[in-house]
């Protein structure tokens, strides 16, 4: 892992641990003032936040309420897929990205968490099930029966295939019942990665837009068998992404986290207006080609540039539905782990959303 700040230039590469000792700045500032704020911020390195902070943005909003010092924190690819939750519940960032489901999954276990934004829907494009390229042998759903499947099961990469397999009436196996597809659980994308390319299994699912699978599959490594459909609970519901803060974080700086979702806003609509730019911007800050970081600009399963969903109500009723469906068809997490529909209700904090006393929404257009 690797900081850098928008004022003092770059950190030496440090691990995720002794991050944690800057991270007694995000709470660091005035306790009872209205316009408390911390003196530093850290915030994830990626797509949009390294935009933002090339352009300038970054620095005129966080400027606005006080922050002097937003650091951006950079995981390496061997990272495990949810450290970036952890990193929120411990306080070494300030804001962390995920997909519903996996932020779902962590609430449930007790990271005190709320959502300050979530996205539209998503689409049939963000998760697809591929196999390599060399598999001869796979060449629709129907014949990954008794194949092996890996990926990360607290994410994504897990609750796409899942509707997709149970929905072709071959399910994955999971703790509790044995399915058709044998299922192995495989943290680091990175390693799944390795694993499909080798034959060590047969398939896998990811955001193609994902550093870790865009590369080979524009290097034709991949070939896709299907996606979620347009009407399932993937798209409408746990495909969602979705930002979350510790809940005193968001409830002692509600400044702050607007300063940061302006900044969001801003950077997407730059970027949509100067691919080629942005994907310079990016491929020179993530260490990528320039056509990975154009394809993860334009991509339609891209999620670093997705609108938000402003309504608090239909945010929260994306929850709920999230969760019936996937207990419903057996998830073997979420039957240990629900939320109470008050619990649902509290995780979403309204005053970032339409109408909010803290909401983007009223001024997104404004935002330029």
């Not at 700040?5 to 500032?29: C, D, E, H, K, Q």
């Not at 080798?198 to 865009?214: C, P, R, V, W, Y």
């Not at 800050?285 to 670093?304: C, M, S, Y």
Request: proline share 3%; aromatic share 10%; charged share 20%.
């Amino acid at each position: 892992m690797k900081t850098r700040t928008v004022r003092s230039g770059r950190f030496a590469p440090a691990l995720l641990a002794s991050a944690i000792w800057v991270s007694g700045l995000l709470f660091a500032g005035a306790a009872n003032a209205e316009d408390a704020h911390p003196e530093s911020i850290n915030l994830q390195l990626q797509s949009w936040t390294a935009v933002a902070e090339a352009k300038g943005i970054l620095k005129e909003e966080f400027d606005k309420v006080g922050v002097r010092k937003v650091n951006l924190i950079a995981q390496s690819s061997g990272e495990l897929l949810g450290a970036e939750s952890a990193a929120v519940g411990g306080g070494t960032l300030a804001f962390a990205q995920r997909m519903i489901y996996p932020a779902f999954v962590q609430k449930a276990n007790g990271i005190p968490a709320v959502i300050v934004w979530l996205s539209e829907a998503s689409n049939r494009y963000r998760t697809p099930i591929f196999v390599s390229a060399t598999n001869k042998e796979i060449k629709t759903l129907a014949d990954l029966e008794g194949k092996k499947f890996g990926s990360s099961r607290i994410s994504c990469y897990w609750s796409a295939p899942f509707e997709i397999l149970n929905n072709a009436g071959i399910p994955l196996d999971s703790r509790l019942k044995k399915g058709r597809v044998r299922y192995e659980n495989i943290e680091s994308p990175a390693v799944a990665v390795q694993a499909l390319l080798s034959g060590e299994k047969d398939a896998t699912a990811g955001h193609l837009a994902a550093n870790q699978f865009t590369s080979a599959y524009l290097q034709g490594k991949f070939r896709l068998i299907a996606g979620p459909a347009d009407s399932g609970a993937y798209v409408n519901y746990a495909g969602r992404v979705s930002y979350f803060a510790h809940k005193d974080f968001a409830a002692k700086y509600p400044s702050v986290v607007k300063a940061f979702l302006r900044s969001r806003e801003r950077a997407r609509a730059w970027a949509t207006d100067h691919v080629d730019e942005a994907a310079a911007i990016i491929a020179k800050a993530l260490r990528l080609p320039e056509n990975v970081a154009k394809f993860q600009i334009t991509h339609l399963g891209q999620w670093d540039f997705m609108a938000g969903e402003p309504s608090a109500e239909a945010a929260r009723t994306a929850i709920k539905q999230f969760q019936k469906w996937y207990v419903e068809h057996g998830d073997d997490i979420l039957v240990d782990k629900r939320l109470s529909e008050a619990q649902i209700d509290a995780f979403i904090d309204g005053k970032f959303f339409l109408g909010g006393s803290h909401s983007i929404y009223g001024d997104r257009y404004s935002t330029y």
